[in-house]
């Protein structure tokens, strides 16, 4: 296997908290799907695990190396978080698509968040390309 993409940001917690406060369940389901929603509310700061996973969602794009398709949604990327260290990439709709296409098949996913700042790592693996 080799890396076929890797992305990498940086968000500001403070940032999704004030659009958590002025937008709320609107902006969530905007951005993130039911089981993102419901896993980050059960945790204490909430909006530090939205920034961490706006983080990966953001990753995920800079790891596929091209714009998002036209009609992309959010919820397309979805993180999944079965414990504090067994983190998911999903993909829906037109990204899995691109992602088939350009024959990823696995991802890795490294998150972080302290009280002001949400990181995502990202790398996108797959076989060997052959011309």
């Known amino acids: 296997m080799q890396i076929l993409g890797m992305g990498n940001e940086i968000i500001e ?42 983080a990966a969602k953001e990753a995920v794009l800079a790891a596929l190396g091209s714009k998002p398709p036209e009609g992309f949604r959010w919820q397309e990327i979805e993180i999944r978080s079965d414990s504090s260290t067994d983190r998911h ?19 890795k996913l490294s998150l972080a968040h302290c009280r002001s700042h949400a990181t995502a790592l990202v790398l996108a693996l797959g076989e060997n390309r052959t011309a």
Do not use: N
């Open 13 to 54: 917690c403070l940032r999704v908290a004030r659009m958590i406060e002025r937008h709320g369940e609107r902006f969530l389901c905007r951005v993130f799907t039911a089981q993102e929603i419901a896993y980050c509310q059960r945790r204490h700061q909430a909006s530090q695990h939205f920034s961490a996973h706006w």
């Open 89 to 107: 990439v999903l993909l829906h709709g037109s990204l899995q698509e691109l992602v088939e296409k350009r024959k990823i098949v696995e991802w």
